[in-house]
């Protein structure tokens, strides 16, 4: 069973940029020096996600992962007006399943026909749906997602925005859900937790959390990702301090092998 980091991204300047962005780094984040870096870890793969600033153009993702096909795997970035036939050709290609990056674009209404075909296909797949937004609006697209029947992945602890993030309303209804079985939560992205805090405050809201997350989910259905290159926060951090944080809160190897193993092993497609 494989080790991994589950939340990584690989650019290059250059590559065409999506229309509606917020950010769009200047620097090279590459397949080599990311598996560098997991492989330093003793880790043996790495997901990447598609950059919310390249769209829908999973090309470059996806050269990176045909490169390397025993340790990358991905998740794109698709309309939902996507064809099973072109799903299918993102499937040979280690695709396991789709982001929603829901910060600064139009909400996607989930319940709709061509989100119900999509979903319908990404069920027969058998990938999973990863969730990128507040916590407090989990649930106007976690519940449409549990009717559709699919594997469902939510980005960097929830996001919580309140400054106890045990009292925001949207972390009480993730722990909620954990029941179901078919959610995972990744334990990524510490320093995005609270706005302007430092690292410490932020490592500190994380550990109040993850003994929650623990009950409602178990280590089985957390994930743990790096978050490498850290967009927007590449002055401020770095691959040892991602992992030093990670061996911080889950001081014990079993249950943070079973984080960095088992639960993806669960999490990936079965073929």
Not at 104 to 115: F, N
Request: charge should be negative; hydrophobic fraction near 40%; glycine fraction near 6%.
């Amino acid at each position: 069973m494989k080790l991994v980091d589950s939340h990584a991204h690989v650019f290059k300047p250059g590559l065409k940029l999506a229309a509606v962005r917020r950010y769009a780094p200047t620097y090279t984040a590459s397949k080599e020096d990311f598996i560098r870096n997991f492989e330093s870890k003793g880790l043996e793969a790495g997901v990447l996600i598609q950059p919310s600033f390249l769209g829908t153009d999973n090309s470059h993702m996806i050269e990176a992962i045909k490169t390397n096909p025993t340790k990358l795997y991905g998740v794109a970035v698709v309309e939902p007006s996507i064809s099973l036939a072109e799903l299918k050709e993102l499937d040979t290609h280690n695709i396991i399943g789709i982001r929603l990056n829901l910060y600064g674009v139009e909400q996607p209404d989930l319940t709709s026909d061509e989100w119900k075909t999509c979903l319908f296909y990404i069920k027969q797949l058998d990938w999973h749906v990863e969730l990128h937004t507040d916590a407090v609006n989990l649930s106007t697209f976690v519940e449409p997602l549990l009717k559709a029947g699919v594997k469902i992945v939510i980005d960097h602890w929830g996001k919580p925005t309140v400054d106890n993030p045990l009292e925001d309303e949207g972390f009480k209804y993730m722990l909620s859900i954990g029941s179901t079985n078919r959610v995972w939560v990744k334990i990524s992205g510490v320093y995005r937790l609270k706005k302007g805090a430092d690292f410490d405050t932020c490592q500190g809201l994380a550990k109040q959390m993850l003994p929650n997350l623990l009950e409602s989910y178990g280590p089985k259905r957390l994930l743990w990702g790096s978050d490498w290159p850290h967009t927007n926060f590449e002055s401020d951090i770095n691959y040892d301090a991602t992992w030093e944080s990670l061996v911080d809160m889950v001081p014990d190897e079993i249950v943070r092998n079973t984080i960095l193993g088992e639960s993806f092993a669960e999490l990936l497609p079965q073929k």
